[in-house]
């Protein structure tokens, strides 16, 4: 697949690193010759010096032969034209990064999309629904759910309390059929686990599941359920505002910020939100004991710094707050801040991520879902008549170590795999693999 992808900044160079791994024809555009020299020097990729607008560079980039072209500059207008000069050229598939929400009523989305912008993604949105989605579950780390919720995938940090530490994991699989070990996180190594695999305290164990099983999950685990209510977050970001028009509704908001400007535009911002906005610094722990931290339930930190949204969480613990999420964009934090008791990490480049590669699966993208983590991506894949999964049952494939097959949905109903199971074309299979090699998983579905 070719792929074009306009703008170097975070989010598009992220994108073109982990692009760059799956083996895809990638070329990234940019005004700023050093941010390209620096990936073209370290990545399988191809950089070309130029405005994402002009029609004269898009055509040097190859966009009127490419299957996606994606522009992901900051800016949300030069990311509109380009999509659309990069339709009228040729590109198959086009994306645009926003930062609108109106854009994406379904109004907005049906003019757009006759102007030649296909997709449309916004990820202070995804950020904000991710946020709710932990929120609502409280003792998990990852929450993801296929085909109405038929299949579940877990994640979930493992404390000393929990009964699977210490267990290898063919001696959980004999005794149980319920819920299946997709995947170990362990600091900064992520695990496609065998049998002979031991589970430790401080591991992220990723399970794929039916709805019937996540009480009993969360049981083995240790965890207990508990009902969020009260929520303060700590920085007026788009993000901050996105939530707070999602989830005001459901949640006592308290918004804190240390800059007088952004709580005077927050109420218009936030209009029609049901939300308490108080100025002061919640790194100070006078403050937050001020404003009665204590009877949170839980602390969300989205300021534009990872370091401090990471001390913040953990000071909010240190106050007994029960559910603490924070916004970590810098990527090599993440497996710090995952060993770290700040529950929830939130981060924007991974989500839009993981909504873009979902464009890129053959399968079809009504159905098809993904999600990226840190250094292992999970996706559904439809089974094709005369594919090669199809040909034995899963013991006999030999499938490559570096990933597994965790369920799939048949007929409309979710079930788990194991190695007598026989996959048949029209299932939907959950793949968790290690970064970089979706696309060869998806050659066996093909």
Not at 363 to 388: I, N, Q, R, W, Y
Request: overall charge negative; proline content about 3%.
């Amino acid at each position: 697949m070719k792929i074009v992808i306009a703008g170097a900044g975070e989010v598009g160079s992220h994108l073109a690193k982990l692009l760059s791994r799956e083996e895809q024809d990638i070329v990234l555009i940019d005004r700023d010759a050093a941010k390209l020299a620096r990936l073209d020097a370290n990545y399988n990729l191809m950089t070309k010096v130029g405005s994402p607008t002009s029609v004269r560079d898009q055509r040097g980039a190859g966009v009127p032969s490419c299957d996606l072209f994606i522009a992901v500059t900051p800016f949300e207008n030069t990311n509109l034209v380009a999509c659309e000069l990069a339709k009228r050229l040729g590109a198959r598939r086009t994306v645009a990064r926003i930062d609108n929400y109106e854009f994406l009523s379904a109004e907005s989305r049906e003019m757009f999309s006759g102007l030649g912008v296909d997709h449309l993604i916004y990820p202070e949105v995804l950020a904000a629904q991710e946020i709710c989605t932990a929120l609502r579950r409280p003792w998990v780390r990852h929450w993801f759910e296929l085909h109405n919720g038929e299949l579940i995938v877990v994640g979930v940090k493992l404390r000393d309390n929990a009964s699977l530490v210490g267990r290898k994991l063919r001696d959980i699989t004999f005794s149980q059929h319920n819920y299946h070990v997709s995947a170990i996180k362990r600091r900064h190594e992520t695990i496609i686990p065998r049998g002979d695999d031991e589970i430790r305290v401080g591991d992220i164990l990723y399970f794929t599941t039916t709805a019937p099983y996540v009480d009993e999950i969360r049981d083995i685990c240790g965890k207990s359920e508990s009902k969020i209510r009260k929520v303060m977050i700590m920085g007026g970001s788009r993000i901050a505002v996105r939530l707070a028009h999602i989830a005001s509704e459901n949640y006592d908001l308290t918004i804190i910020d240390d800059d007088m400007e952004v709580c005077r535009r927050l109420p218009q911002k936030c209009s029609g939100c049901n939300v308490n906005i108080i100025h002061g610094d919640a790194r100070n722990n006078d403050v937050l004991t001020e404003e009665n931290i204590s009877s949170m339930d839980a602390f969300v930190a989205l300021t534009e710094f990872s370091e401090t949204n990471i001390l913040a969480c953990l000071a909010a613990k240190e106050f007994q707050v029960n559910k603490t999420i924070a916004e970590v964009e810098n990527i090599q934090f993440i497996s710090e801040a995952e060993a770290l008791n700040i529950g929830t990490v939130i981060n924007k480049k991974l989500l839009a991520s993981s909504k873009i590669f979902q464009l890129m699966l053959d399968a079809d993208e009504t159905s098809a879902k993904f999600m990226a983590l840190a250094d292992a991506e999970v996706a559904e894949l439809d089974v094709h008549p005369g594919s090669k999964i199809t040909k034995a049952p899963v013991m006999d494939l030999k499938l490559p170590c570096d990933m597994t097959l965790a369920g799939l949905v048949r007929d409309g109903k979710g079930m788990l795999v194991d190695g007598r199971t026989r996959i048949l074309p029209g299932d939907h299979v959950v793949v968790f693999c290690l970064a970089g090699s979706i696309h060869k998983v998806e050659k066996l579905f093909a």
